[in-house]
């Protein structure tokens, strides 16, 4: 999975344009403004639109309309057919399975700042997509919920009843979980994965049945997207900012430099390397993000030790209490009782 620098095509950042302006018309203007994307009409749809700027967007749109489902309400404008020239080749498609090996070669014409991968199997198939570039947790949130809803969306669409399968999201439930519940057919599961993504499992013999309409093979509708422009899509210089979006997010586990890198499709070695030319020592930065995580949770009287140790991936919590004496110079029960 390689990264590239934190930016999203401006089609995928329209649907939340269209919902500000028909829920606030008179204050979606001072919105986009305060995110710098004034005029937005007139942005290309395959324009990039920094990641920055598409964070501000969605929290100043979030707080503005008081809504914590702008994910799930993106999710379902987004279909196969936002995607421009890729959407019109996986229109082709014979079956789910070519829709997903086409849609992994060139997932970066659709973002990049996600990845997928498929993976198959005799009983059950995954699709997977995961975090591509650095973005903030709320952000992280909402667009977890955008892809799940809308490969719901998309799925349904082309099986009706039939598409029964399950999503498992790395996400907490929502305020607004009741509105997955009256999804038909898929079956959501939140707080399910270890590190941020989003995890689909279907069934083989619905990924490999033929799709009701004729269409042409893959090969054809490979060919249709293989003119679109990469000049606009820039490889990733710097790779601390991703690294700790994944140690922050993580739960009940803590990533190591080996796990990390098997995402990016490089051996540790490589990123340790790189890392250190940012002047990042990835130890160091782990100790340091699992300490202000634990930091944060105590500050939570409810949350028992077992619960905060195992959150964190320790192996017990004798583990967790002797780490965190280390690192703070006091038990956690003692750092508690100062917060109170």
Known sequence: MPLYEPTIPYRYVAPLVEILREQDPAGAGDVLASAGLRGAESTPADASVPMARFDQLLTVASARLQRTDLGFEMGRRITIDSHSSLGQALRRCATLEEILLLTERYYHLVTPTFAVRYVPGKTHCEWRIRVAAPMSHATLDMCLEMHSVSVHVDITRMFGADAVFDIYLSAPPPPHKARYERLPYTRFHFGAEALPEVRCVFPAALV????????????????AVQAVSRSSLQAAEHYGEWVELMLREAQTVQPSVAQLAALLNMSARTLARRLTA???????????IRHRRACEMLADPGLPLHQIAYQLGYSDTTAFIRAFHRDSGVPPAQYREHLS
């Not at 799709?211 to 054809?220: D, E, G, H, V």
């Not at 940012?278 to 340091?288: D, K, V």
């Open 278 to 288: 940012e002047g990042i020592n990835f130890r160091e930065l782990s100790t340091r």
């Open 208 to 223: 490999r049945r033929r799709l009701p309409q004729p269409r042409t093979p893959l090969s054809a509708a490979g060919g």
